[in-house]
């Protein structure tokens, strides 16, 4: 039978993340990665705001 003590007493694992190993090249200086809110140069992509509304 099933008793509601016995699932609040049993661990848990929520979620696990798995990263994968990246090798660091093409990066910004220290201080132009700060200016620029990443040291990656690959993943630099300024926010540009179209004048015109397309909507």
Do not use: V, W
Not at 12 to 24: C, H, S, T
């Amino acid at each position: 039978m099933y008793r509601h003590d016995d699932y609040l007493c049993k661990p848990k694992e929520y979620a696990r993340a798995y990263i994968l190993p990246q090798i660091y090249e093409n990066l910004f200086s220290c201080k132009e990665g700060f200016d620029k809110g990443t040291l990656f140069k690959d993943l630099y992509q300024p926010y540009h705001q179209n004048k015109k509304n397309k909507c």
